[in-house]
Each structure stands twice: as C-alpha cells, then as structure tokens.
C-alpha cells in the first residue's frame, strides 16, 4: 500500500464503525467534535431527521465545512475557540455543555451520538458525559492513543475495534 492511501485509509478508519452505529442506533441527537468526512458519513447514514451539533476550532476548516454543509438543514456549524480568558465557558470542548446548560436551565443528557474526531479528544470524552443519553453511544477515532485511556475506562461500556483506530463508549446498557 502506497504511503498516500495508507494515511487516507487511518484518516477515514473510523467509517465503518460509525457507519454502522449510525445505522443501528438510529440517533436522532448528534453531537461531533470535529467537522468534515465524519459529518457526511453521519448525514448519510442517519435518519433524515436527525439533528447534528458540529463543533470546530480551526476558521479555515470551520469555512470550508459551512460551504460543504451550508444547504443542509439538519447540520448547525459553530466555531469556537479553544483558548479562552478564565470566566468564559464557551469553548470548544465546553460549548456544547453551556448550550445545553442555556436550553434546560442544567446539563442535560440530550445526545444519542457523540463522535470525536477533533482536538482535546480526552477533554471532549469528559464533557460528554455529561449530556450523552445513558442510551447514548460516543465514538471515537485515533482511540489507540494510550493518553485517552483514563477517560475511555471512565464509561460504563468500552469496546474498541482496533483495525478502525476507534473504540464505542457508552454510560448505560449497549
């Protein structure tokens, strides 16, 4: 295998795992750090209901998957930094718990999917857990990174599917 289709194939590793979550656990919520291939994966293989939360930190890549999405209603783009002055809480890991601290009046557990695939992976895992459904599943690619392992082992359900690069956590029964 050329080194070229190497790297495109790890950069895409996680497709079949997440094809096929999508596919079975029929998520309506979505939440996903980190837009792009993964968000089209999910729009294919989801419900044409579905909602999905995308969150970047990075403007150019930010721009590009608004162009990419910008007619798809079941998509909502936000950008955010990931370096903030204390006192602030809109972040990029944190922005999604803020939201939905906003909409309920708490954290609520409103995600049925939750993909990472950005940075800070092992801060996303954490601050997912707060507003993952316990039915909820949360996905994540490059999962053979050892640093992810505490946050990865702090889910009640871990599977990792090592030939993909990514591992499925859950908090409740999958």
């Known amino acids: 295998?050329?080194?070229?289709?190497?790297?495109?194939?790890?950069?895409?590793?996680?497709?079949?795992?997440?094809?096929?979550?999508?596919?079975?656990?029929k998520p309506k919520t979505i939440l996903e750090w980190g837009p792009g291939h993964s968000s089209q994966v999910i729009?294919?293989?989801?419900?044409s209901d579905c909602s999905v939360l995308s969150v970047e930190h990075n403007h150019k890549y930010f721009m590009e998957a608004a162009d990419r999405f910008?007619?798809?209603?079941?998509i909502e783009l936000s950008c955010r930094s990931i370096s903030l002055r204390g006192g602030q809480s809109a972040g990029y890991v944190t922005y999604p718990v803020l939201r939905s601290i906003n909409c309920h009046g708490k954290e609520k557990p409103e995600y049925d999917l939750v993909f990472v695939d950005g940075r800070y992976r092992y801060d996303c895992m954490i601050a997912a857990r707060s507003i993952l459904k316990p039915?909820?599943?949360?996905?994540?690619?490059?999962?053979?990174?050892?640093?992810?392992?505490?946050?990865?082992?702090?889910y009640a359900y871990?599977?990792?599917?090592?030939?993909?690069?990514?591992?499925?956590?859950?908090?409740?029964?999958?």
């Open 70 to 74: 910008s007619k798809n209603g079941n």
């Open 158 to 174: 871990l599977r990792h599917f090592p030939e993909h690069r990514t591992s499925v956590m859950s908090n409740g029964n999958n």
């Open 43 to 47: 729009l294919n293989n989801c419900d």
């Open 135 to 154: 039915e909820g599943v949360l996905v994540l690619h490059d999962s053979d990174r050892p640093s992810y392992a505490p946050a990865m082992s702090s």
């Open 1 to 25: 295998m050329s080194d070229s289709i190497h790297k495109r194939s790890q950069w895409k590793s996680y497709e079949r795992v997440l094809s096929f979550i999508c596919r079975t656990q």
